[in-house]
């Protein structure tokens, strides 16, 4: 499928606009987030119709707290990521080239992931709803990359009368933002930590995911996620501004998760410690009504 969101350069080349990268792309190679692809000048999403995971979840296992609990939801993710958290719980789906070095993206999407339209995505998520099912969450990898396939899935949705979920990183640009939020009934934004030198570690800025935030929490329902990691994002202080900020600029009915860390891919830390995360709900009690820990 033709990407939306990219303008054509000489030479063939090609500058994304879906996120705040903007990875302008040589024809043959990929952008930073593995599958949107410049073949011969026009850039291509390689996983429009391909899953690589799908599940019939709990909500709360989004985590979303505060919409609709006690039901299911219906879960797809595919492949890719625009972010490279060195300790990724899911890097085998989010990272394929480091799951796969040195194989061509096309190939690895068609190895690793199975066809399934936006029609038939409905179709199923209509035949769980006697198993308490709302809707669609687009998950497990980051779902902003998966643009073409979310857009056409979430309209499809509404008008059967299905409800969409994003999990999301918040690094995506304003305009294809604000283009997919009138059909996304809820949102859980994962903010990383609360410095440009958290981001930077990761491969991305925090101001764009503070922006979708605020954006977003004018437009649907929004959960924040921080998930703290040993030596990475676990300060007092650091903390303390996130609260604040979610306090003072989305509002203190948001409700704000606390995740717990477990080793994983490049990260070997020991997992944080309880005493951290209930450092976490102390401070975030403070100023915030709704605060959870998560991964306890
Ligand atoms: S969506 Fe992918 S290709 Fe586009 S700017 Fe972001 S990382 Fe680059």
Request: hydrophobic fraction near 35%.
């Amino acid at each position: 499928m033709e990407a939306k969101f990219y303008e054509k350069r000489p030479d063939k080349k090609v500058k994304c606009l879906l996120c705040p990268h903007g990875c302008v792309i040589s024809s043959g190679k990929v952008g930073i987030c593995s599958i949107r692809k410049n073949i011969d000048g026009t850039l291509i999403a390689l996983t429009y119709g391909r899953i690589s995971s799908c599940s019939l979840d709990p909500i709360e296992k989004k985590p979303l707290y505060h919409f609709y609990p006690g039901k299911m939801i219906l879960s797809l993710g595919t492949i890719g990521c625009n972010f490279a958290c060195p300790f990724c719980q899911n890097w085998q789906i989010s990272q394929p080239r480091e799951a796969f070095p040195g194989e061509d993206m096309e190939e690895v999407v068609s190895k690793v992931t199975d066809s399934l339209t936006p029609k038939q995505a409905i179709d199923l998520a209509l035949t769980y709803r006697q198993n308490g099912n709302i809707g669609l969450a687009y998950t497990y990898n980051e779902p902003f990359i998966w643009y073409e396939y979310v857009y056409e899935t979430v309209k499809l949705a509404h008008k059967n009368g299905l409800k969409n979920v994003l999990v999301t990183n918040g690094y995506v640009n304003e305009a294809p933002l604000r283009k997919l939020l009138p059909y996304i009934d809820a949102i859980n934004i994962d903010i990383k930590g609360f410095s440009d030198e958290v981001y930077k570690k990761l491969g991305g800025r925090l101001a764009p995911v503070l922006k979708t935030v605020e954006i977003a929490s004018k437009d649907c329902h929004v959960e924040l996620t921080n998930l703290i990691v040993p030596k990475l994002n676990d300060s007092r202080e650091e903390i303390e501004n996130l609260v604040d900020w979610v306090a003072t600029k989305v509002g203190r009915e948001t409700p704000l998760h606390f995740s717990r860390y477990f080793p994983n891919f490049k990260y070997a830390e020991p997992p944080t410690s309880p005493k951290t995360l209930k450092m976490a709900e102390e401070i975030g009690l403070t100023k915030l009504k709704h605060v959870h820990l998560g991964n306890v």
